[in-house]
């Protein structure tokens, strides 16, 4: 299998990109005679240029995606990698990258700065690209995005990993736009140099979007400013996970049009010394970390006491409730009724019934087969009457409620296999606060 170079230092692409002295001059020209599998080593003196649109199509496939690295050409072929390496172009012209591929070390400077260029990542059905300790640098203008999956079509799900990245922005209505696409973000960071955009993740009407963003320094983004858009019709799931935040930043901005809106989850993110910020939104409305109305003796992270603090929208309903994160308890026990119990805690004089609020609790009840169960203590149906669900006893820290009302959620069920309860609480009145404290008791 032939290895190929790239160098724009004295590289031709009428060469065969062999060996450094007959590299190639440009990624293109590379890309061109590669096949399926194959590698190409990229200078680490190499600058490109280009005074048109780039779109650099990889003859790999998903089983055998080609590989173009930047390392140092002291060698052939190289015993280092390195990270020098640049791709630009001038003016409004857009950098795409199309197929299956691997990149390690790369800068991606798409335009000049006074003209709106996108850099455009796997824009065909199925492809993925990698990028690996790889830069994005966007002008100055205010259209430009880093678009993955974007396309005019119905584009199925391609796919964008980027590893330990660097990306920049250049004007404050840029951000990264999904499309019909799974993207994930791990390491590196985003807009700690350049302009830091209104909103980071921005979203295109269309297909399905899966996004997974973990251990990213997104510290730049503080008060004024959003991750991700919510305020399309498209569907989808974004996952941010153990990140660096600014002081202030919006999870979310927009709101979601239906109840297949856009899906946010974010757990221990935060912009201080702190292992268990939690927050989730949805149509139905948004659950958070709360450490100042918490039950005494309830769920704690070994130092910070917790609850979960559920607030729906208008949208919540008995139908469609607004479900908390799931929490879930270890079972030993087989054979015998046990029950569930979460604590609640919400403001008012007025308890909340079996069709406000109740704990959903999923076990494994069936003998010999991993097959779940469901309890809940909710209203036997939408038609029946409503019955107050239990008052508590237990102390919570209740600073700042006019009238503390405490209750408690209890589901009973028998399961047949050791495992895991998994937990939630559910939120069907509308417009409301309900706190609840993560720790379960069994019995």
């Not at 299998?1 to 450094?20: C, E, F, K, Q």
């Not at 005494?296 to 208008?314: E, F, I, M, Q, Y």
């Amino acid at each position: 299998m032939p290895t190929y170079y790239v160098r724009s230092t004295d590289g031709n692409d009428a060469d065969s990109g062999l060996t450094w002295a007959l590299a190639k001059a440009t990624i293109v020209g590379a890309a061109a005679v590669m096949a399926a599998g194959e590698r190409c080593w990229i200078s680490q003196a190499h600058a490109e240029t280009q005074a048109a649109g780039m779109t650099i199509t990889s003859p790999g496939t998903a089983a055998a995606p080609c590989e173009f690295l930047c390392g140092n050409d002291a060698a052939e072929p190289p015993t280092a990698l390195a990270t020098t390496a640049t791709i630009a172009t001038s003016g409004a012209n857009t950098i795409s990258l199309v197929g299956y591929a691997y990149t390690y070390g790369v800068t991606f400077l798409p335009g000049s700065t006074t003209n709106a260029a996108d850099f455009r990542i796997v824009i065909s059905e199925l492809d993925q690209w990698v990028l690996d300790t790889c830069g994005v640098t966007l002008d100055a203008g205010s259209s430009s995005r880093m678009r993955i999956g974007h396309g005019s079509g119905a584009v199925a799900l391609p796919g964008l990993i980027c590893l330990n990245c660097t990306v920049v922005f250049g004007n404050t209505s840029q951000g990264i736009v999904t499309r019909g696409a799974v993207a994930r973000f791990q390491g590196g960071s985003i807009a700690l140099t350049g302009t830091v955009p209104t909103t980071l993740f921005l979203r295109s009407a269309g297909p399905p979007n899966l996004l997974k963003v973990r251990g990213v320094n997104l510290s730049a983004f503080g008060s004024g400013t959003a991750l991700v858009n919510v305020g399309d019709a498209a569907p989808g799931l974004a996952t941010i996970e153990h990140c660096r935040l600014g002081s202030g930043v919006a999870l979310v901005t927009g709101t979601p049009p239906s109840p297949n809106g856009y899906v946010v989850q974010m757990d221990n993110c935060d912009s201080a010394d702190t292992n268990y910020r939690m927050q989730r939104h949805q149509y139905e409305g948004n659950s958070y970390s709360e450490t100042t109305l918490i039950r005494t003796g309830g769920a704690s992270d070994g130092t910070t006491g917790l609850s979960h603090k559920h607030v729906s929208s208008a949208n919540s309903k008995f139908y469609a409730p607004l479900y908390g994160p799931e929490m879930v308890v270890w079972n030993d026990a087989v054979g015998a009724s046990q029950t569930v119990t979460c604590e609640i805690l919400h403001d008012s004089l007025t308890a909340l019934t079996d069709a406000e609020v109740w704990l959903e609790t999923e076990y494994l009840g069936t003998t010999g087969f991993p097959l779940s169960l469901f309890a809940s203590d909710r209203a036997a149906s939408i038609i029946a009457a409503p019955a107050n669900q239990a008052a508590s006893s237990e102390t919570w820290t209740t600073t700042g409620m006019t009238n503390p009302n405490k209750q408690k959620l209890v589901t009973t069920q028998t399961p047949q296999e050791k495992g895991y309860y998994r937990c939630r609480v559910a939120v069907a009145k509308a417009s409301y606060t309900v706190y609840a404290d993560p720790k379960l008791a069994v019995a």
